[in-house]
């Protein structure tokens, strides 16, 4: 079991938003001020979406975002696209330096 | 535009070794550290191991530590992973991917299968 916890899946119609937590159990609290979240297709490489919490790299839409409080992190895709039907990390640094992904999350657009 | 191209998976029999090259462009290569992370088929992402710009400290996942070594060439843009004493649970897709500021991985190759089996 992942020291980070994502739901198995999510899923919402085109237009609406929808939000993909990530709970650090006690063993990853530690280091979960610096998180970052990929995105995957099927048979593509992740891509960084989100990273230190709530920046977005250049080119990254603005209907990603990312908040964090306490040990839980959460990233919200607003006016969802056929095209975000994707499955999407969240990661977490910690000291060691070691670095822990969530099981991820299949987003599904109905 | 940033490009890693991983090369060097295939099929292994356990106990065997191999290793995995990583090559680089689009970026300067000997000012960023890189990792290797792993994905097993149809499984989530694991991360294996990082080493620094200038190849002076490396780290490793539990998973792999004692049996995997990363390094890397500033003077050909490569980075590398002996992979030894491989067990049928690594079989997995390897990304070389580049670091950001050790808080993120900003950028990644296409993978390349190793497919550990007797």
Redesign the interface.
Same mark, same amino acid.
């Given at each position: 079991q992942s020291a980070l916890t994502q739901p198995a899946s999510v899923s919402g119609s085109p237009g609406q938003s929808i939000t993909i937590s990530c709970t650090a159990s006690s063993s990853a609290v530690g280091g979960f001020q610096y998180v970052s979240w990929y995105q995957q297709h099927p048979g593509e490489a992740p891509k960084l979406l989100i990273y230190d919490v709530t920046k977005r790299p250049s080119g990254i839409s603005n209907r990603f975002s990312s908040s964090k409080s306490d040990n839980t992190a959460s990233l919200t895709i607003s006016g969802l696209r056929p095209e975000d039907e994707a499955d999407y990390y969240c990661c977490s640094y910690k000291s060691g330096p070691t670095w822990l992904f969530g099981g991820g999350t299949k987003l599904t657009v109905l | 535009q940033v490009r890693l191209v991983e090369s060097g998976g295939g099929v292994v029999q356990p106990g065997r070794s191999l290793r995995l090259s990583c090559s680089a462009s689009g970026f300067s290569f000997t000012t960023y550290g890189l990792?290797w992370v792993r994905q097993a088929p149809g499984k *989530?992402? !694991? #991360?294996v191991a @990082?080493i620094s710009f200038d190849g002076s400290s490396d =780290?490793y %996942?539990d998973s792999v530590k004692g049996r995997f070594t990363i390094s890397r060439d500033n003077s050909k843009n490569t980075l590398f992973l002996q992979m030894n004493s491989l067990r049928t649970e690594d079989t997995a897709v390897y $990304?070389c991917v580049k670091d !950001?500021q050790? @808080? %993120? =991985?900003? $950028? #990644? *190759?296409? *993978?390349t299968l190793v497919t550990v089996s007797s």
């Open positions: - | 990792h *989530g992402l !694991e #991360w @990082i =780290f %996942a $990304y !950001e050790m @808080i %993120a =991985f900003d $950028y #990644w *190759g296409q *993978g």
